[in-house]
């Protein structure tokens, strides 16, 4: 425990150097809320109640998706390929830590200074300004925190196991950017699954990347509940499950296939 | 016009320097084209649910995407790296531009490609051309050269903007992030209509930092959507002369920031 809050008193110090840059990140994480805002507000106002979800809750969806961008906000597949890149990699693994839970700490620290300085301000605004609705009661609250919880470490997962390949490819910038988008389209950050074309939606619901985004989304605005939502839960734990295992075995073989240029 | 040779030629070295790296490009363009699919199909799943949004179908929101896509794609092409300038600047190397016997714009410039705009490139004309068939347009010869004029016009506007904003580092040492919000309001402009959006919104895109004379106010012309009855109905026309205002606006910039410069040393 002690060192994840290491990590977050180091992600802070970094923003604290960078302040003007906060500040920009801040001003656009607030046009991503307000551009999606006026999206469905357009949307609602043409076609009221459409797919079974009130003006409010679809509002609310779209502010959370962007709000939520603070997941993909830290990239441990970066830094894992810039280290791999520069042959740095090799201090973090004489580190008397396992990689994987070093790894683990750093992006939890990084997100909760995102979600705390950029993403809980940017919301508070949203409530203010664009009518985003809080969660219809307090169980839900809870289950959507659970399911926000599962969402991060099932990205965080994604993005290790993108980073686990910078062994073999060194380059992973460009099919970051195709992961990136994909991740934001099957996830539902923008887009919700309940709008997909059938075959998309097959896709996308037997996918992890929904459990990032789409899940506890449709948790909070009360459109996952009762027994779905725990099935939900379900569903983001057993990926997440999978994904564990899967990491650990990769970058075990990534390490051993490691090697360190110069130095 | 010496200059202009001397920048296709070193423009021909920088894509042979480039072409060292087959992984890299295959890798590049085939992000690039799933960036562009997702994008398509979000818009068009989202719009094909409702029909339209504020009046504007599905082909017509591909249009407008892929026309801001094609001026963005020769932009990213040739003039990618401006915004590294603050790289340029703070590393020193910005240096060797001015001790050459040639324009150091011109340097800069030729300095480097990104060839992956291929990709966008046709991306946009493929989505145009789709449009172009599912809307029906029968344009005309004048209709056709303004749509060449636009693309032009789009891909100076884009250039000019990044070109004033980085050359904010000439007095900071830093325009990232100034950098980044104009991306951000491009990305909204390049999505939807603008007139979904608030009046506030609106004044900033076509006034203050005009990024909707790229593709949402051509878009108006071409597709046949200018009001008449609308006082602004003129602002259809406007993108080349937007475009050559900034070119001016931009070419002062540059030569003030040129003479405030003094190396970082190193």
């Not at chain 1, 289950?143 to 919880?149: P, Y």
């Not at chain 1, 990347?209 to 459109?223: C, D, L, Q, R």
């Amino acid at each position: 425990m002690k060192i994840f809050w290491s990590f977050t008193r180091q992600a802070f110090q970094f923003i604290a150097a960078y302040r003007f840059n906060f500040f920009m990140e801040f001003v656009l994480v607030i046009l991503r809320m307000y551009g999606i805002y006026w999206v469905w507000r357009v949307l609602y106002t043409q076609r009221p109640g459409a797919f079974g979800v009130s003006l409010d809750q679809m509002v609310t969806y779209g502010v959370m998706g962007m709000a939520l961008e603070m997941f993909i906000w830290s990239r441990p597949q970066w830094y894992m390929a810039n280290q791999i890149k520069s042959g740095a990699i090799d201090t973090d693994l004489m580190k008397p830590l396992d990689f994987h839970l070093y790894m683990l700490a750093r992006s939890t620290g990084e997100t909760l200074i995102g979600v705390g300085v950029l993403a809980l301000p940017a919301l508070l605004a949203a409530y203010l300004l664009l009518g985003v609705q809080y969660p219809p009661d307090a169980w839900t609250g809870l289950m959507f925190a659970v399911s926000l919880v599962l969402g991060f470490l099932l990205l965080f997962h994604l993005n290790f196991l993108l980073g686990s390949l910078a062994v073999v490819a060194l380059d992973i910038r460009h099919i970051s950017w195709a992961y990136f988008s994909l991740v934001r389209f099957l996830g539902g950050q923008i887009v919700p699954l309940w709008l997909f074309p059938t075959f998309l939606r097959v896709v996308a619901d037997v996918l992890p990347f929904k459990g990032a985004y789409f899940i506890p989304i449709s948790i909070y605005i009360g459109k996952l509940s009762g027994v779905a939502a725990f099935q939900a839960l379900g569903f983001q734990t057993v990926w997440l499950v999978i994904l564990v295992l899967l990491s650990r075995l990769l970058w075990g073989m990534a390490h051993r296939r490691l090697v360190v240029q110069g130095g | 016009m010496d200059g202009l040779a001397l920048y296709f030629r070193l423009i021909r070295v920088a894509v042979q320097a480039r072409l060292q790296y087959r992984a890299d490009f295959l890798a590049g363009i085939i992000g690039v084209i799933v960036m562009n699919t997702v994008t398509v199909s979000l818009i068009s799943i989202m719009v094909s649910r409702f029909r339209h949004i504020n009046g504007w179908t599905m082909w017509e929101m591909v249009f407008l995407y892929c026309l801001w896509l094609l001026g963005h794609s020769l932009y990213s092409f040739f003039f990618w790296h401006i915004r590294a300038l603050e790289e340029y600047l703070v590393e020193g190397t910005f240096d060797q531009f001015l001790l050459r016997p040639a324009s150091p714009f011109i340097m800069f410039l030729a300095r480097e490609v990104q060839y992956i705009g291929i990709a966008d490139l046709t991306f946009a004309a493929l989505g145009l051309s789709l449009a172009y068939r599912n809307l029906d347009l029968q344009w005309t010869g004048v209709q056709w050269l303004f749509f060449g004029l636009a693309v032009i016009a789009g891909t100076l506007i884009e250039t000019t903007l990044v070109l004033m904003i980085a050359c904010i580092s000439f007095w900071t040492g830093r325009s990232r992030r100034a950098s980044q919000l104009l991306m951000r309001l491009n990305v909204m402009v390049q999505y939807y209509p603008i007139d979904i959006f608030g009046y506030t919104f609106r004044l900033i895109v076509t006034g203050l930092i005009p990024v909707a004379f790229m593709n949402y106010y051509p878009t108006l012309m071409l597709l046949g959507k200018l009001d008449p009855q609308s006082p602004w109905s003129w602002l259809g026309y406007m993108s080349p002369v937007v475009a050559l205002i900034l070119v001016i606006l931009a070419s002062g910039i540059w030569h003030l920031a040129l003479r405030r410069y003094s190396s970082a040393g190193g």
